[in-house]
C-alpha cells in the first residue's frame, strides 16, 4: 500500500509532467513561425540531494538529504535589429518540489533583456536580469544583475571574453543580508574541432552586505571538456567539469582571533541525448567537497538528477 508521501509524490509528478506538456504543446504553433525568432521550452525532472543547502543564505548544510520534482518552463525571443546589432528577451519559471522537507521547497521567477553589437572583430553585449525567489512558499529575495562583456575570436578556434557582474540582492525579511557585488571575470573557449571543445574561466566577486559581517571576496575557477558524438543518428553531448572557489569573509568570527574562510570543489558529468527533433533527456551526477572553518559550512554533497525536455 502507498503511503501518504509516495501518493503525493506520484501525484506532483503527475501534475508537472502534465504542466510541462500542457505549457510546450500549447505554445508550439506560435514559436515554431518561420522567422524563428521564438523559442519555448519545457521540462520536468528528478533530483536526488545527499546535503540540503540554501546558496543564497550562507550554503550551510542541514544533514539532510531527500528528493524532489524540478519544473522548468520558459520562452525566448530575439530580434535583428541591423546587421551589427542584435536584442533578446526571455522568461524562466524554476520549481524544485522536495519530497520530505518542504522547507526547501523553491520557485523562481526569472526574465532577461539582452543585447549585442558586432564591432569589427569585437563582440559588445550588455544584459539585465531579474530574478524573484520563493522558500518554501515565502518571498525570500529580490534580485538584479546588469552583465557587460566583450569578446573576440583568436584564429579559428580560439575564443576570448571578458566580463563585468553587477549584483543587488534585497531580502523580505533578512535584510542585514541586503548586498551589493562586483564581479570580474575572463573565459576561455577552444574549438578543437566540430566535436570537441575546453572552456576555462577565472572571476573575482566582492560582495558588500547591509551588516558587514556577511561581506565577502571570493575567487573562483572552472574548467570543462565537452564531447559531441552520434547515438542512434542522434548528437548526443557529454561533458566533464570542475569548480573551484574560495571565499574569505571580512566580518564574520567563528572564534573571537579567526574570521570564517570557505573552499569548494566540485567535479560533475552531464549527459544530453536528443530523442527527436523536439525532445530531448539530460542527466548529472556531481559531488562536491566544501571545507570550511565554520563547522556547519564543512560537508560533501552528492547531486543526481535526470531531465526530460521539450523545445520548440
Known amino acids: 500500500m502507498k503511503t ?26 506560435f514559436a515554431q513561425d518561420k522567422n524563428k525568432n521564438w523559442s519555448i521550452s519545457a521540462e520536468t525532472g528528478y533530483l536526488h ?20 520534482l524540478t519544473l522548468k518552463v520558459g520562452a ?27 522547507t526547501y521547497d523553491t520557485q523562481m521567477h526569472q526574465a532577461n533583456i539582452a543585447s549585442r553589437y558586432a564591432l569589427g572583430v569585437y563582440r559588445l553585449g550588455a544584459r539585465l536580469d531579474y530574478a524573484s525567489i520563493d522558500l518554501a512558499e515565502a518571498d525570500l529575495l529580490d534580485m538584479t544583475l546588469l552583465t557587460l562583456d566583450i569578446g573576440r575570436m583568436l584564429g579559428d578556434a580560439v575564443y576570448l571574453r571578458g566580463s563585468t ?25 577552444y574549438f578543437i574541432n566540430m566535436s570537441q571543445y575546453l572552456t576555462a574561466s577565472i572571476s573575482h566577486e566582492d560582495e558588500s552586505a547591509d551588516n558587514t559581517r556577511f561581506d565577502y571576496t571570493e575567487g573562483k575557477l ?3 571538456f565537452t564531447q559531441k558524438f552520434t547515438v542512434f543518428e542522434q548528437t548526443a553531448k557529454a561533458q566533464v567539469y570542475y569548480q573551484y572557489s574560495d571565499r574569505d569573509y571580512a ?6 582571533d579567526e574570521f570564517r574562510a570557505d573552499s569548494k570543489q566540485t567535479l560533475g558529468i552531464q549527459y544530453n541525448h536528443p530523442l527527436s527533433q523536439y525532445f530531448e533527456m ?20 552528492n547531486l543526481a538528477s535526470v531531465n526530460l525536455k521539450m523545445h520548440f
Open 251 to 256: 566580518a564574520y568570527a567563528v572564534n573571537p
Open 76 to 102: 525566448d525571443g530575439k530580434w535583428q535589429l541591423t546587421e551589427n546589432t542584435q536584442i533578446s528577451a526571455g522568461y524562466q519559471y524554476n520549481q524544485k518540489q522536495f519530497q520530505d522537507t518542504q
Open 165 to 189: 557582474v553587477l549584483r543587488d540582492k534585497s531580502f523580505a525579511d533578512l535584510s542585514e543580508r541586503d548586498a551589493q557585488a562586483v564581479t570580474i571575470g575572463a573565459d576561455v573557449f
Open 222 to 224: 572552472k574548467a570543462s
Open 4 to 29: 501518504f508521501t509516495q501518493t503525493k509524490l506520484s501525484m506532483s509528478l503527475s501534475v508537472l509532467i502534465s504542466t510541462a506538456l500542457s505549457t510546450a504543446l500549447a505554445t508550439a504553433s
Open 49 to 68: 540531494d545527499s546535503q540540503l543547502t540554501i546558496a543564497e543564505l550562507d550554503g550551510t548544510a542541514s544533514d539532510q538529504s531527500d528528493t524532489a
Open 282 to 301: 539530460y542527466g548529472k551526477i556531481e559531488h562536491t567537497k566544501a571545507q570550511s572553518n565554520l563547522s556547519s559550512a564543512d560537508y560533501d554533497e
